[in-house]
C-alpha cells in the first residue's frame, strides 16, 4: 500500500516519467521503475534500462508470454495499439479507452489519471468501485472507511497535511452524522472539534446550542487583537428579542467584565449600583477609597459655584453658553458663606444666566443650579423610573439571593433556560 502511495504521490508532484511498479526480473516481487514517455525511456532501477515507446503511450507491462517476469509494453490510445517489447504487436481500443494491463492489477498511468486496476484505489478518470479504499472524480478525492478512519495521516518531523495556494477552499468537509472535525481526542483540554451542527468547541466539546465554546483549562480562555486602522478586537452582536445580549460576562469571585482604558457606552448604562474607587489618597499602597454614585429619577445636571456679591449686594452668575440648551426644569440653592442675608434669586435664568440680590457689599454666596436633560437624545429616550416587567420575566429576580431567593428565579435563568456559573 506504502508504494502505491508513492506511485500517486510522484504522479501528483509532477514527476516527468510515470511510474509503472512491476516484477521485471521475476524474483516474485515487483521492481521500482519509471517510464518517460519524452524519450521512450524505461529505467528499471537494478534490472535494466530501454527504449520503447513514446509520448502519448501510456506503460502496461505485465507477463503477457507466462515466463514468469513482466514485459515491458505500452499502450497507444491514438490508434488502439498494444506493444509488448519482443513478444507481441496488436491493435484494441480507442483513444478514451483505458487499458486493463496484463498482470492482474498494475498501476495505470492515463493521461492526467492514476488507477490500479486491482479494484482499490482510482484517482481522476479510473471510475473503480464506490466502495474502494481511495477514489477521486473530478478533482474530489473520497476515503471509505466502514470500520475505523477513512484517512489517517501521520508525520512526526513536519506538517502531516499541507494546503497551499488554492483558489478556492482549502478543506470541504459535508454530511458527517456527530463531527466535522476532531483533533486533540487523547486530552479533551488540548482538543479542537467542529460538530456537524457547525458549533465549534475548543478545549471542551461544544454544547448544544452554542456556536463556539471555548475552554482554557490553566490558560486564558481567548486573547483577540486586530491591528487594522481604527478596528475592533472583539465584536458581539444579537438583534432578536428584547433580552438580547450582543456580549455577556459572568465572574462569582472577580470582575465580569474589566476594561483597562476610556469606555463609550452609546446608548443607556443600566446597573444595580455604582461607585469609584481609586488609591486612598491618605494611604495610597494599602487602602482603597470609595464613594456612591449620585442617583436620581431624572436625568440631571448639577452646577454650582461661589459669587461674591458687589457694592449693591448682588451678583450676576455666567453659566456655560450651552445651559439652555441642554436643560429644562431648573432648580436653584443659595447658601451664605460668612454671614447671613436673606439673599434670592432676583432673576431666574435666561440667556444662561441669572442674577442673586438681598446681600450685603463682599458677602460670599455658594450657588448651585439643576436642570433635567433636554437634549434631542435625551428626549427619545427617556428614563423611564417604574415599569412593569414583561410576561416572559415576571417571577424573575435581577439579584434573587438578595431577596432570600434561588438562583433559578434570577432573570439570567429566565432567559437561557440554565443556571449560566463562572464552573461551568
Known sequence: MRRCLAAAALILLGWSGLVSAADFNGDGRDDVGV???ASGLWAVRGVTRAYFGGVGDIPVPGDYNLSGSDDIAIYRPSSGLWAVRGVTRAYFGAGSDLPFGAGGGRWLPVGGALCYNGGRIGLGTAN????????????RVYFVNSNYHGLE??????????????????????????NYIRAGISDV?????????????????PAPGVKLMVFGGNLNGGY??????????????CSSGPGAIGVYGESSSGWAGYFEGDVHINGTLSKAAGSFKFDHPLDPENRYLSHSFVESPDMM???????????????????????EALNRDFRYQLTCLGGFAPVYVAEEISGNRFRIAGGSAGLRVSWQVTGVRDDPYARKNPIVVEVEKPEAERGTYLHPEAYGRPDKQSLV????????????
Open 189 to 205: 483540554s488540548a482538543s479542537f472539534t467542529v460538530q456537524s451542527t457547525g458549533n465549534v468547541g475548543i478545549g471542551i466539546e
Open 128 to 139: 473503480p468501485d464506490p466502495a474502494d479504499l481511495f477514489t477521486a472524480d473530478g478533482g
Open 413 to 424: 435563568y429566565a432567559r437561557t433556560g440554565a443556571e449560566v456559573t463562572a464552573a461551568e
Open 301 to 323: 445636571n448639577v452646577y454650582n459655584g461661589n459669587a461674591v456679591l458687589d457694592e449693591n449686594g448682588e451678583a450676576t452668575v455666567e453659566l456655560p453658553d450651552y445651559f
Open 35 to 37: 517510464f518517460r514517455p
Open 224 to 237: 483577540f487583537s486586530s491591528g487594522a486602522n481604527n478596528g475592533r478586537g472583539v465584536t458581539g452582536l
Open 153 to 178: 495521516i501521520a508525520n512526526s518531523t513536519w506538517s502531516a497535511l499541507y494546503i497551499h495556494n488554492t483558489p478556492y477552499n482549502g478543506i470541504d468537509i459535508d454530511n458527517c452524522d456527530v
